[in-house]
Every structure is written in C-alpha cells, then in structure tokens.
C-alpha cells in the first residue's frame, strides 16, 4: 500500500499531537504556561525570529503573541529587538535564563520523547534521525532563500 504524501504529512502531524498531549499531560511544567512552553521550545531551535513569523509557526493571533510575549520579557526569558532591515518588525531571540528555562522544560519533557521512540528498533532511530534532519535541512535552505 503506498502512501500519498498528504498522508505521510497528516500522520507527521497526527503523531506530534498526540505525543505532545502526553507530554503535556504528564508534565506539570508544560502543563500550566503550555503557550510559553511551546514558546521557548520553538525559539531554542529557531534562533532570533520575526514576532509575525512565531507567531505563525505557533498559530497564535498577533494580539495573542504580543501579550505571551510581553510575560516572556517580563520574566527575562526573551528580547526583543528592531528588524535591522524593517523597522516596523521586532526580532524575538531567547535570552540565556530563556535558554535555561527552554533546557529545563525540554529536560521535563524528555520523558515522553523517550516514550515516543521507545517504539523503534535502533535502525529505526537512525531512520528517523536521518529523516529528521534532512527535512530540518530543507526548511533551513528555504527560509534562507526567503521561499
């Protein structure tokens, strides 16, 4: 049976969902602030990004992400700071309590992670790992290409 790439694209998805509502589930820390939890976890990978941009990668409204924003800076966990480019744009970036505090919910978190992969053999692991990182990649060479 083959698998269109919708498919592949919805289970993907279906998958992270589900793991990230055990997660959330079985962590306290990611439970109440799960906005800023998924906040500082996206930043910690994504480097400095524009506040419009996190905003759609959490499908959070502007409203909505300014308001988690501003908790995040008032916890020292964030700065933000004019776009070089485009005055009218601010750059989000983690500071380093928003780097510890990123490290210390991925840390509660790993719980589930390891639940999650505990279904694969280790050849499996290294497929995935593969897999992960060469759509990392893509994403990386798109964004870099303003595509």
Same mark, same amino acid.
Not at 15 to 37: C, F, K, M, P, T
Not at 70 to 96: C, F, N, Q
Not at 109 to 121: F, V
């Given at each position: 049976?083959?698998?269109?790439?919708?498919?592949? $694209?919805?289970?993907?998805? +279906?998958?992270? /969902? $589900?793991?990230?509502? /055990?997660? $959330? /589930?079985?962590?306290?820390?990611?439970?109440?602030?799960?906005?800023?939890?998924?906040?500082?976890?996206?930043?910690?990978?994504?480097?400095? $990004?524009?506040?419009?941009?996190?905003? =759609?990668?959490?499908? #959070?409204?502007?409203?909505?992400? &300014?308001?988690?924003?501003?908790?995040?800076?008032?916890?020292?966990? #964030? &700065?933000?700071?004019?776009?070089?480019? +485009?005055?009218?744009? !601010?750059?989000?970036?983690?500071?380093? %309590?928003?780097? =510890?505090?990123?490290? *210390?919910?991925?840390?509660?978190?790993?719980?589930?992670?390891?639940?999650?992969? =505990? =279904?694969?053999?280790?050849?499996? *692991?290294?497929?995935?790992? %593969?897999?992960?990182?060469? #759509?990392? *990649?893509? !994403?990386?060479?798109?964004?870099? /290409?303003?595509?």
């Amino acid at each position: 049976m083959t698998t269109s790439d919708r498919e592949l $694209v919805e289970l993907f998805h +279906d998958v992270a /969902r $589900v793991s990230h509502q /055990r997660e $959330v /589930r079985n962590n306290d820390a990611l439970a109440h602030g799960g906005g800023q939890s998924r906040c500082l976890l996206t930043l910690g990978g994504l480097g400095p $990004v524009s506040q419009r941009r996190l905003a =759609a990668i959490l499908g #959070i409204r502007s409203a909505s992400m &300014s308001e988690l924003l501003g908790k995040m800076e008032a916890r020292g966990w #964030i &700065s933000r700071t004019p776009h070089p480019e +485009d005055g009218r744009t !601010y750059l989000v970036e983690l500071t380093g %309590e928003g780097r =510890a505090e990123a490290m *210390r919910r991925r840390s509660a978190g790993n719980n589930a992670s390891g639940e999650l992969l =505990a =279904a694969l053999s280790e050849d499996q *692991r290294v497929q995935f790992g %593969e897999i992960l990182t060469a #759509i990392k *990649r893509h !994403y990386q060479e798109l964004d870099e /290409r303003g595509a």
